[in-house]
């Protein structure tokens, strides 16, 4: 079988998989061990409500009491009723597919578990502290691995 090269086609079929290569790379969108959702303990939620809604637009969704998504058009977190975190500082959440083996990598690299891993509206998390004493979560979606 004899093969022709023709420099045109050559450079059409190489953009045309550089194309798709992009393409599916950004559809492919892994969330996987990536910070995924901020949540603020405060004492009172349609307070913060107020002052996030008038100093910067966002969006709320209730889910009860307790609990208040916020929606800044990028970026989701939420409003947990409760005392402030020690320092005042917002909780980081991050995201995995696999809690049960997150919480064991936690472990092994020297966190501690300060929450195991329980329930909430959408999927469940667990809370751990890093070596420095700092509160993050891990959470993943109904679904998902537990």
């Known amino acids: 079988m004899a093969v022709l090269f023709n420099p045109a086609s050559e450079i059409r079929a190489y953009l045309s998989v550089s194309y798709i290569t992009r393409e599916v790379c950004v559809m492919s969108n892994n969330n996987d061990q990536r910070i995924d959702y901020v949540e603020f303990n405060v004492k009172d939620i349609q307070r913060s409500r107020d002052f996030y809604g008038k100093a910067?637009?966002?969006?709320?969704?209730?889910?009860?009491?307790?609990?208040?998504?916020?929606?800044?058009g990028r970026l989701s977190g939420g409003f947990a009723a409760g005392p402030a975190r020690s320092g005042g500082g917002p909780l980081v959440i991050l995201y995995a597919d696999d809690l049960p083996a997150t919480v064991k990598r936690v472990e092994q690299a020297g966190g501690k578990i300060v929450r195991p891993i329980y329930g909430f509206p959408g999927g469940r998390r667990f809370h751990f502290a890093d070596p420095d004493g700092y509160e993050l979560a891990v959470y993943t979606e109904d679904g998902t691995k537990e």
């Open 56 to 72: 910067f637009g966002w969006t709320f969704t209730d889910y009860g009491p307790q609990y208040c998504e916020f929606n800044d």
